[in-house]
């Protein structure tokens, strides 16, 4: 009867089919819990985050503005608009919809936005400094056509003292589920 299991077991792995690698080799990664956290308006930051969710198996958790940012909100040549409000005071913390998820519950903890203004949204130091990111590795990635990743970092390591913080990336819109876990496997093997 032993024998039979053992020969169904090899005949199944022979003839189902292969699971998707990236998944299987970064998502399985020493057992690692992996949170992808992103804001986006225009949804070019929330393909990112699925795309990195689905090579690490991580959950996605959007965050969110209480009051939704809508199109005219983001219309930077308006000096009243709400987004060049938050962006020009740096004590700005637009409060989130929902609270931050438990960090002690993950491992590693990806954060996601676009470049507003050169910087990160403010909303992501809501994000941030809603929980405690001490001793979780963290790891910033954005969207944007042309602006560098560098002074949003900057900007948001002061939101979360005592993260371990790993080399970010940028993205442009429509970057490939293949571009994103290219990075992803080089960022999670350093």
């Known amino acids: 009867m032993k024998g039979v299991f053992v020969l169904m077991a ?8 292969q699971q998707d690698c990236d998944a299987v080799c970064i998502g399985d990664g020493g057992g690692k819990k992996v949170l992808v956290a992103y804001f986006s308006v225009s949804g070019n930051t929330r393909a990112a985050a699925e795309h990195i969710a689905s090579v690490t198996d991580g959950d996605v958790w959007s965050i969110e ?18 987004s060049n409000r938050e962006q020009h005071d740096v004590r700005a913390r637009p409060q989130m919809f929902r609270d931050t998820p438990r960090p002690d519950r993950y491992d590693i903890v990806f954060v996601g936005y676009p470049i507003w203004w050169g910087i990160a949204p403010r909303i992501i130091q809501s ?8 001793v979780k590795t963290v790891i910033p990635f954005c969207t944007s056509a042309e602006s560098p990743l560098d002074k949003s970092v900057e900007q948001i390591h002061k939101s979360a ?10 993205f442009a819109a429509g970057a490939s589920r293949e571009e994103v876990a290219e ?7 350093d």
């Open 127 to 134: 994000f941030l400094e809603g929980a405690d990111f001490r």
């Open 65 to 82: 503005p209480v009051l939704p940012c809508s199109r005219r909100d983001l219309d930077y040549r308006t000096a009243a608009s709400r």
């Open 161 to 170: 003292p005592g993260a371990e913080w790993k080399q970010g990336r940028r």
């Open 10 to 17: 090899c005949l199944l792995a022979v003839f189902l089919p």
């Open 183 to 189: 990075w992803v496997r080089t960022v999670l093997s």
